[in-house]
């Protein structure tokens, strides 16, 4: 299937489901702080992610005891199931109501297959958190921007992974962050990177070590508008000035990442090669200003 030629790409508004969009997020917190209290940690964070499937998302196999469960999102049918390996199925359907009201019903389902665990109801990376067991203002559900958000990211992790098939080096999988909300790849050039006097301990183990990093967000109320980024850690002196496809693609002075408006790839004539554009542009420019050792990091695919 030629996915540039689907119904993938289309526009996605942030004013049009930023309500959806700031509820799904702190939806999504709950079951990210249930891997965060219940898996044994991973480099990088990359225990605690979400993965895009091909109905929605899922948390993949969260250990509890001598057993296991799922967390699926499905944005198809619009609904949560929560999947344990005795057999147990519990669901909460996907349809506006508060955070308060979400985060009972998501606590009273795990106990009703016989999972309890306490969490930190406090959100992550948003500003002016409101603890899910309060709050009553994000309480919106917008079907047809979910289902539309999913397929878009649904069609970008396929971009995502053929771009990070010829690296032969560490690599992060393509994953999906719930504090930040965004879809990630991250390439390692296998140097230690020190983070900065004072970061705090989610920053330390994010970026103790060099990489190239490229993701997706849809939006937020400091940025509303969907975008591709990339960056590196630590960003070498020169980054600002390197030569990025497509055209459209900029620098942006106050992220200080370099920034693909979604809106510019899907008015270009062919999104998915538009999107490579800027994955390949970028990593092939940084790696050369960074003076990474590509003979030993590319395989022969990339020949």
């Keep these: 299937m ?14 049009k489901w930023k309500g959806t969009c700031s509820t799904l997020q702190m939806w999504m917190q709950i079951g990210g702080k249930i891997k965060l209290e219940l898996c044994p940690f991973q480099n990088h964070w990359w225990h605690i992610t979400y993965f895009v499937t091909s109905r929605g998302m899922t948390s993949r196999r969260i250990p509890y005891g001598d057993e296991w469960f799922e967390i699926d999102f499905d944005f198809i049918d619009h609904k949560m199931y929560l999947r344990k390996s005795d057999g147990q199925v519990s ?14 019903m998501f606590m009273d389902a795990l106990k009703g297959i016989g999972i309890e665990v306490k969490i930190n109801t406090l959100p992550q990376e948003v500003p002016n958190p409101v603890p899910f067991e309060k709050d009553e203002k994000n309480c919106f559900y917008d079907k047809e921007y979910v289902e539309r958000w999913w397929k878009i990211l649904a069609g970008i992790t ?116 538009a999107i490579m554009d800027f994955l390949q542009s970028s990593f092939d420019e940084s790696v050369k200003l960074a003076g990474w050792d590509m003979k030993t990091l590319l395989g022969p695919e990339a020949k």
């Design 2 to 15: 030629d996915i540039q030629k689907s119904n993938i790409w289309q526009e996605l508004p942030y004013e």
């Design 91 to 104: 669901l909460i359907d996907l349809v506006p109501c508060s955070v308060a009201d979400y985060y009972k």
């Design 158 to 273: 396929a971009v995502f992974e053929k771009f990070r098939s010829p690296f032969y080096g560490k690599a992060s999988p393509v994953h999906f962050y719930w504090g930040s909300f965004d879809l990630s790849l991250t390439l390692y050039s296998g140097k230690i990177a020190e983070p900065p006097q004072g970061a705090d301990q989610m920053f330390r183990l994010a970026e103790n070590r060099e990489n190239y990093a490229v993701g997706f967000w849809a939006g937020s109320e400091a940025f509303p508008k969907p975008a591709f980024y990339f960056y590196m850690y630590p960003a070498p002196a020169g980054i600002e000035k390197i030569n990025i496809k497509p055209q459209k693609a900029y620098w942006d002075t106050n992220l200080r990442e370099h920034i693909l408006l979604y809106d510019d790839v899907i008015n270009s004539a062919s999104p998915e090669p």
